[in-house]
């Protein structure tokens, strides 16, 4: 066996003068792959952590695992964003075994020791034996993730206390994200309550199906036959109107986007429940106001726009019926685990936010119209590899000769080599 940097080194084959992408499935399985992916990636990209309206107030918290580390991402009584490590510096523990909560601080369940909102430890049970110089060693404080930044609602960590500013790594990512953000007059919120789940693939499997217009038809074929069975009219429409393209936004990021095409129109689904005269009303009312806030361009990009961001490694943005924020971590070489959240305008009305709830659960939810087509398929590839030694490239050639043409189709493989080009410079040390 080669040693893993050499074998890495030829991991992707970039040919674009011979219009040829190749990624070797050893990316997929070993998990030397994976070691290195945490150290050379998750270790020093930025990622997502979770939404400001999340800890709105001053000691809300929500707990959860970021690319595999169990984190507090809080607000404190003065008002202060944090992201600890969810980790004792006594003996280790999880201090806070809540998902979300409000608290002015957090007690250790081992063995009691306190520590207040901003981190401090406060207290610790029978104190008298220890050296007085220890009470007040910020040492055994709660540790804070070395970087948390906030871009339009968006917040990040980076492990990495010397990585580059969240802004230069996000690239071209700041203009879609801005335009997530900016679907509500009075600012967005992440509703009550996630979705998580599990598949037994890789977790770059994901990141590639994300935003892959290329496997609709086939993968999908199911609701589209439903779809044109109950609604034929709306999918023609789909088929004829706007335009749809890839772009590659820079530093592994990508989107995949239609202006003008989409049959569901924005802010909601159309599709599910049939939408009636009343929504549309509401539809055309909403983009009326949003186009005397943003503009008449901007606000038919949101309203009768969509797109699925991919911001490297692993955050998926799918603006596109209900807004669905997810993210997702490797567990083993085979297996990942996926959060996702429902982002909306804070000042909808119940009608469409009950619209908004029925689509994030109805196609992009774990039992909704698309995942579970998309989960089987990402299975199937990670079964495929088994058979790797004799069949050892996946290709992902599709529109290389477009790549820097006027604006590269939707089905192209574009967002995909974005993502590889960007994974193998980190994963070679090329780049950091
Ligand atoms: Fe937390 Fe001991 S591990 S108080
Ligand atoms: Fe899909």
């Known amino acids: 066996d080669q040693p ?66 169990p984190l507090i991402f809080n607000r404190d009584r003065s008002g202060a964003m944090h992201a600890f490590f969810n980790s004792c510096p006594h003996r280790g523990a999880m201090v806070c075994r809540e998902r979300q909560g409000r608290s002015n601080g957090f007690v250790c369940p081992y063995h009691g020791w306190s520590f207040a909102s901003d981190g401090r430890l406060t207290g610790q049970p029978l104190p008298e034996s220890y050296a007085p110089d220890l009470r007040g060693d910020p040492s055994l404080n709660l540790h804070e993730v070395p970087k948390l930044a906030e871009f339009r609602g968006f917040v990040f960590v980076n492990f990495d206390g010397a990585a580059d500013s969240l802004e230069n790594y996000l690239a071209g990512a700041c203009e879609y994200l801005e335009i997530v953000s900016q679907h509500g007059e009075a600012g967005m919120e992440i509703l009550p309550g996630s979705q998580s789940y599990g598949a037994r693939a890789n977790w770059k499997l994901l990141q590639e199906n994300s935003a892959d217009g290329y496997h609709a038809n086939t993968t999908h074929a199911t609701y589209f036959a439903y779809v044109k069975a109950r609604d034929g009219a709306v999918l023609n429409n789909y088929v004829r109107g706007g335009f749809g393209r890839v772009r590659d936004l820079g530093n592994g990021h990508a989107v995949s986007e239609s202006v003008g095409a989409t049959p569901w129109g924005r802010p909601v689904a159309r599709w599910i429940p049939p939408w009636g005269e009343a929504g549309k009303a509401e539809c055309d009312a909403i983009q009326r106001r949003m186009a005397a806030r943003l503009g008449e361009e901007r606000a038919e990009i949101i309203c009768k726009g969509d797109r699925n961001l991919l911001i490297f490694p692993n955050l ?60 089987e398929m990402l299975e199937l590839c990670q079964q495929g590899y088994a058979a790797c030694s004799a069949v050892e490239w996946n290709d992902l050639s599709r529109g290389v000769l477009d790549e820097d043409g006027p604006a590269p189709a939707k089905q192209d493989e574009l967002q995909m080599r974005a993502f590889w080009r960007r994974w193998h410079s980190l994963m070679t040390g090329a780049a950091r």
């Open 316 to 375: 998926v943005v799918n603006d596109i019926m209900a807004v669905t924020v997810r993210t997702f971590s490797p567990v083993a070489p085979d297996r990942f685990e996926v959060e996702a959240w429902a982002l909306a305008p804070k000042d909808e009305s119940a009608f469409m936010r009950d619209m908004r709830l029925r689509s994030f659960l109805e196609f992009l939810g774990p039992a909704g119209f698309a995942t579970p087509d998309d989960v």
């Open 4 to 69: 893993a940097s050499d074998w890495l080194r030829d991991s992707v084959r970039d040919e674009k003068s011979r219009g040829v992408f190749r990624v070797h499935r050893r990316v997929f399985t070993e998990p030397g792959v994976l070691a290195l992916e945490r150290e050379r990636i998750f270790d020093r990209c930025w990622l997502y952590l979770g939404h400001v309206s999340e800890v709105a107030e001053p000691g809300s918290f929500v707990a959860r695992k970021v690319g595999g580390r």
